[in-house]
């Protein structure tokens, strides 16, 4: 499928030779796309969002095909400073606004989302190389994030009243008010949805945003803050800037008013740092080694079939996806040949068409730690049930989907998180025992338990120490439920998104006290002793009569 210029653009004649988004002609004996770059007028279209005038630059490379893509421009400091300002200009104004004018901005966005979706995916698919059924995730969670705080905003910042010191007499109203600038660090995994689900929480939250996306897949978030500004938001509220992440990303916590950062627990230990200085609140969703348990009466097809999705959707590259998996005794056998069979029946390839099962690993530097995992497991003594090499014949950072038997704690793999198509299998007798195995090491983020006793999975889903678990479900149940909260525990993170929690995150919560006749302190000639002991007479009367 074509990419397609943006409406307000004058698209050229489809019938015309040529990909019009691409340099050259097509070569019928390879993909289309593997070998050019975009148009520039494309690519010019999409940077107009970008604030960056350093007068340096930096290439966008393509894992399709390991070669450039487009070349963009990197913001300075003095960019991220005016990113800053503008936003904050931008958001004395729309804090102002009502909620129905917040609600009705999303509500188009949502349908942006879903119009546009072919564009999206195409260029989720050139800059991250997945497969294009996992980058139709992308738009979906948008569309649905985008809808579900459109729909549930007011009810969720209305004001309120809570009980007053004395009834009656004291009247407290709670508020909820925006933080001012968010500042949000996304990372390359998830171009679109991670660059743009938290920010569209802190607008409708009252609050402007500047966003640094990562610097691989920087024309998928800039599309989305194109599209931001055609649904109706003020163009100066949604800020983007372009810079490494070790100079920009400081930039950006020195001067946000609340910072959301989606990557490592090593960067996020940084950025909790920073913002522990500056006595600002900051959300993470950092890494995971996120354990699947497949009970002795699961249905075993379907465990198969979610440990696929669990294990390999978007080439492992999922902060939620599965990287150990505990399968009972009784089952085990009859599992791993259901687990391997589906995996080995797998379509994988570096293309943007809807036939792969699996796409590309982003980066040489993730295929180079995809298989020093692999290949220090297999040196220390595991065993590869199916797959364990890289395939440059079908793209130049691609992996076959890996299953590994054996797995011991002195191999790397064993804690430390891959992020890519790997997993381990590892037996287990007791169930207690799994959960404990299951909540080894330091991080939480997501689990999975599979069972036909769907009460005792509850049951073994509620001591597992992860901040989302899902029962016969891979990880989509809690990922598309975004009326509930999704986040980790321990060193998987700070905070949720999502829900309630998501969006009064970026708030914060003012009360507004009025006192009527009488004041808290001695009245009409009374002593402080007089006042103290008339205060406990009113507190035992309010006790009595069941009061707060």
Request: hydrophobic residues 40%.
């Amino acid at each position: 499928m074509l990419l397609t210029y943006p409406r307000h653009m004058n698209a050229p004649d489809p019938s015309a030779a040529g990909d019009p988004l691409l340099h050259g002609p097509r070569d019928p004996e390879h993909d289309p796309r593997a070998s050019y770059a975009l148009e520039p007028e494309y690519v010019a279209a999409l940077t107009s969002r970008l604030l960056a005038t350093s007068g340096e630059g930096r290439a966008v490379e393509s894992p399709l095909a390991g070669q450039p893509l487009a070349h963009l421009p990197l913001s300075s400091t003095a960019d991220v400073d005016e990113a800053f300002r503008r936003a904050r200009r931008a958001q004395e104004a729309w804090a102002r606004t009502s909620y129905a004018e917040r609600a009705a901005a999303l509500h188009r966005l949502h349908d942006l989302v879903l119009d546009r979706q072919d564009e999206i995916m195409d260029l989720i698919v050139w800059e991250s190389g997945k497969a294009r059924k996992h980058a139709f995730d992308e738009p979906l969670h948008v569309a649905l994030t985008a809808r579900y705080y459109s729909r549930t905003l007011a009810r969720h910042l209305e004001p309120s009243r809570v009980r007053g010191a004395i009834p009656v007499l004291t009247r407290v109203d709670l508020s909820r008010v925006p933080k001012g600038v968010v500042g949000v660090i996304a990372p390359w995994n998830y171009p679109f949805t991670m660059a743009l689900c938290d920010g569209i929480a802190a607008l409708a939250a009252g609050n402007a945003v500047v966003s640094k996306p990562d610097s691989q897949t920087m024309l998928t978030a800039l599309l989305g803050a194109q599209l931001l500004e055609e649904a109706g938001f003020p163009r100066d509220l949604w800020q983007v800037v372009h810079g490494p992440g070790s100079e920009t990303g400081p930039a950006i916590v020195e001067r946000a008013d609340y910072v959301c950062f989606t990557g490592s627990t090593r960067t996020g230990r940084d950025v909790a740092r920073r913002c522990a200085e500056r006595l600002i609140g900051c959300s993470l969703e950092l890494g995971g080694k996120n354990p699947i348990l497949v009970l002795r009466d699961a249905d075993l097809e379907r465990a198969a079939e979610g440990a696929v999705r669990a294990s390999f959707s978007n080439a492992g590259q999922l902060c939620v996806a599965m990287e150990r998996m505990y399968v009972a005794d009784q089952v085990y056998d009859r599992f791993v040949e259901r687990f391997v069979a589906r995996t080995e029946a797998m379509t994988i390839g570096a293309t943007t068409g809807w036939d792969n099962d699996m796409g590309s690993l982003i980066s040489a530097a993730q295929l180079e730690t995809v298989v020093s995992h692999v290949d220090d497991a297999v040196a220390k003594g595991a065993r590869v049930l199916t797959g364990g090499r890289a395939r440059p014949d079908l793209g130049p950072y691609m992996y076959e989907p890996t299953i590994l038997e054996g797995v011991t704690p002195e191999m790397t793999c064993f804690g430390d998180e891959t992020f890519g198509p790997v997993i381990a299998l590892y037996r287990f007798g007791d169930e207690a025992d799994a959960v404990a195995r299951a909540n080894a090491g330091s991080y939480g983020l997501n689990a999975a338990v599979y069972s036909r006793d769907v009460r005792r999975a509850r049951d073994v889903a509620s001591r597992i120490r992860c901040g989302t678990v899902n029962v016969n479900e891979a990880f989509a149940a809690t990922f598309a439920s975004i009326d509930a909260p999704m986040g980790g525990m321990r060193e998987s993170g700070l905070g949720r998104r999502q829900g309630a929690e998501g969006l009064l995150r970026f708030t914060e919560t003012q009360s507004v006290a009025t006192q009527r006749v009488m004041r808290f302190g001695p009245m009409l000639g009374m002593s402080d002793e007089s006042y103290a002991r008339m205060m406990t007479v009113s507190l035992r009367v309010l006790d009595k009569l069941g009061r707060a």
